[in-house]
């Protein structure tokens, strides 16, 4: 066994972890503060993407992908004030199907918008002007990292620990968590429910636009294109496994699925092709059944 | 005559035909220990809903210290000093005991939405809280995860909680239900203590006849969403509608 090897394929799998984990987190603060399962979460990702690709015209991508964040977070409150806030109270399969549709919907539209074909990020721009990120690609000792895994790795995962962290200790994390548990009873504290719902959505289109950006090829590595939204899929494996509405579980459920689907790259995919994009959804089969409630999700008793 | 808190005018709820609230009006005066009674269904929650800002009423006005709240959505009248509990316990279980309360304190002492907690405030708000829990006997427990507590104790939190906010009045629907009677006494007495100390006026919503004459200053007893009786306590028992209706017709 190559030892060089072996590390390098960790690192670039908890460099795609990371990815998933800040989407996926985004999707669970989304789940906890309403209940909602966001099935629209892909589309998140690929209207993001989208979105940086489009600044980047105008200005180099790492700008461009700050640029991107406020107006993913409107669409964010959009999304909940349009689609989401009208349904609550209905049944929840009235939401659900309500998700369902605006994917579709976004689907759509970001056709319309962007068109079919896969876009490049860091093409040529308007002004002419460098604009990809800084390549911060290196190798030491047979280990070679991309600059998409370093970028990745730097950025993607203190921004998903940050989340962590801000919701245990921020003050808006506690009213956050408040909502999440008695939203009745928050409002009954003064709390202003509908905006911290509100707060939960844009942050959840924040996170899946940095997520997405990099999947797409921000740092390098292919450009935004439908094919994002089979990658979004992912998302629900990751989200399942940490217990869906635990976000320190998605962040460690993403980088887990992450580890494991590069080591299937690596050592199973010649044997059995086509099993890594099948193992993340495996996993899930296997968690469902014998630990329903993921690595770190509320045991729930229900009383019938 | 002590100052009118609380008015509510001829107020009308229905779900589709199903007509919850029938011209409800009654006062409340500062400092009183009011009481809304009534058999299951007779719209005792739908009013409280009404009262603070979770139903809209289809007619009638809601008056809280001389202003017409209508069209204030729930948050703004428990800022104004209109705090409520709920029947079906709504805390928030899977924080503390201490940071449920304190979450009820940040009323009082003013909520601030600031990204960092501020050294100052949480101290005020720590300080309030903790003096409230004192008063309740939950001190032993304010670290202990709100609902692994036991489903008395879990009463007796929403108490502080929504007293925490130092509320002028407070809605509480159905405290005592579920309660042993050892329970129900000292969350009376509680109460009581609540109301002398801090000045709070109660609204109490009851099932539970005995316990809330003895308790009460003024009394409404409601059914099927009318108005039956109101007035002093010791007035329900004459009361033949309130006879009929409640206690069921004599044989």
Known sequence: MDLALVIQTAFNGLANGALYAVIASGFVLVYRATSVVNFAIAEFMLIGAYLTYTMSLFFPLLLALLLALPPAFIFGLLVERGFVRPLLGRNVVAVVMATIGLAAALDGATLLLWGPDQKAMGAADVFQLPKEMPNLAFSLGGVFLSSKAVWSLVLALPLALLLVVALKYSRYGVLLRAVSESETAAL??????????????????????????????????????????????IVFPVAILGGFDSVPGAVVAGLFIGLIEAFSQLYLESLLPGITQAIPFLIVLLVLLFRPYGLFGQHRIERV | ????????????????????????????????????????????????????????????????????????????????GLGRTFQNLELFRGMTVLDNVKLGAELAVGGYTDLVPKAQIEWKIRHHAEEVLDYLHLSPYRHVPAGALPYGLQKRVEVARALAGRPKLLLLDEPMAGLSLEEKQDLARFLLDARREWGVTLVLVEHDLRAVLELSTGVLVMSYGEVLYQGAPAGVRENPRVAEAYLGRSA
């Open chain 2, 1 to 80: 005559m002590s100052k009118t808190l609380l008015e509510a005018h001829d107020l009308h709820l229905s779900f589709r035909g199903v007509k919850a609230l029938v011209g409800v009006s009654f006062s409340v005066s500062e400092g009183d220990l009011f009481a809304v009674i009534g058999p299951n269904g007779a719209g005792k929650t739908s009013l409280l809903n009404v009262l603070s800002g979770l139903y809209r009423p289809q007619q009638g006005r809601v008056v809280f210290l001389g202003e017409d709240l209508a069209g204030q959505s729930p948050q703004q009248r428990v800022r104004k």
């Open chain 1, 188 to 233: 009954a504290m003064g709390i202003n429910a509908p905006r911290v719902v509100a707060v939960a959505w844009g942050l959840s289109a924040v996170m899946a636009t940095i997520g997405g950006a990099f999947l797409a090829g921000a740092a390098g590595g292919g450009g935004p294109g439908h094919h994002l939204i089979l990658l979004g899929l």
